[in-house]
C-alpha cells in the first residue's frame, strides 16, 4: 500500500440549521408560566435551563416559540391538544430532507468533490423515520449515481454520527477510489414532550435541530484533507443499558437519561482511550457535548485544558446538543480555529457516546493546507512509495 493510500480523510465538512432561533433564557420563561400551577417543577426546570451550558438552539417547529398558553408542546398543553407521533413525523418528513441537503452541498463544495465522485452514502438520524428515506431523498435530489450504495443509520443515538465516519474509513481502506458523503440529520426538538415531570425538562433543556455532512476519502491530490482519520474503536460499556433509553411513544420519542451518564463515562472511558491511542499525546479533543457534564468529566479526568474543551462547549453553548451531528460541528469549529491561528499539524481524539452506553472514538489529525500541498508535490514527483 502506498503512503497516500494510508491518508484517508476528511476532505469537506457543511453544517446547517433551521430558520428558528431558541432563545434559552426566554424559553425557560415561558417554561415557568407553562408550568404555574407546579411551582416545584418551574423552580427544577428554570435551574437546569439555567445549568446545562446552553445559550441557544435552533428548531424546525415555530410553534416552539410561541407562548405558553400557544404552544402546543409545553406542559401547559392538555394532551389531546399535544402533537401526536404522526403529526412529528410528518414535520420531520418535510424538514429533514432540505436540511440535510443544505449541509452535504457544503460538505461537497468544501471538499471541491463532485457529486458524480461519491460512492456510497450514509445517512444519520434517530429522530424520526419515513420511507423512502432520506437517502433515497438525497440521491434523487443531489444528482448522486442511482447506483451508489446506500448506508441508513437510523435510530443508534448520538453517537452515530461517529459511527458513520469511522465506518467511511474503512470503506475507503477497502477502497482507495471511494468517496463516502455522511449526512446527519437530527430535529431533537419535535420530541419536546408536554411534562413536567424532571426527565422530560431535563431532556428539553439542551436538545436543538440541525444537520452537518462530510465527505471522507484518500487525500490524494486535488483533494486537501481537513482531518486525517486513524484508528477508530467502538465499545459498548458493561452493565449500563437503562442509563440512556429512547422509546417511541404516543407524543414522539421518550428519551431518559441517568444522572449516572458523566460519572459512568468518567470511569470506562479513559481505559478505552488507552486501549486506542497508548501513551501517544492528544492535542486535539472533538468531544460529542451531549451535556456539559461529560465535557467536564472527561476535562478533569484527561487533565485538559479549557482550551481543548472550549470547541465542545461552544458547539454546546450556541446550539445545544443536536444528536448525531454535533460531532460535525466540534470539528467544523475546531478546523476553523486551527485554520485561523496557522497551526501546524496536530493529532488528536474525537469521542461520541450514546445509548447502550456506547462510545464512539476515533484518532485525528489536524493537516493544515502547507502540508497538504507540499505531500500533493512530493506525490506527484513520486516521491511516496
Known sequence: MTKANSNIAILGIGTAVP????????????????????????????RIFKQCGVESRYTCEPNLLAEAAECRYLPSATPELAPSTSERMGIYKRESVPLGLHAARKALADGDVEPAAITHLITVSCTGQFLPGMDAAIVQQLGLAPTITRIPLNFLGCAAGLKAIGLSRQIVASDNNAHVLVVCVELCTLHIQPSGDRE??????????????????????????????????????????????????????????????????????????????????LALWAIHPGGKGIIDILQNKFELTDEQTAHSLGVLRDYGNVSSATILFVLDAMRMHLQESGSDAVSGIALAFGPGLTAEMIKIAYVPATIARERGQQQADGAYV
Request: with cysteine; net charge negative.
Open 19 to 46: 430558520p428558528y432561533l431558541i432563545d434559552q433564557a426566554d424559553t425557560a420563561r415561558r417554561l415557568v408560566n407553562a408550568l404555574s400551577d407546579k411551582p416545584d417543577s418551574a423552580r427544577w426546570g428554570r
Open 200 to 281: 422530560s425538562l431535563f431532556a428539553a433543556s439542551f436538545f436543538g435541530d440541525g444537520a452537518s455532512a462530510c465527505v471522507i476519502g484518500a487525500a490524494k491530490p486535488p483533494y486537501q484533507p481537513l482531518f486525517e482519520l486513524g484508528k477508530e474503536r467502538s465499545v459498548l460499556l458493561p452493565d449500563c443499558a437503562e442509563e440512556m433509553v429512547w422509546e417511541v411513544g404516543n407524543h414522539g420519542f421518550d428519551l431518559y437519561l441517568s444522572p449516572h451518564i458523566p460519572k459512568l463515562i468518567g470511569e470506562f472511558i479513559p481505559a478505552e482511550v488507552e486501549r486506542l491511542c497508548g501513551e501517544e499525546e
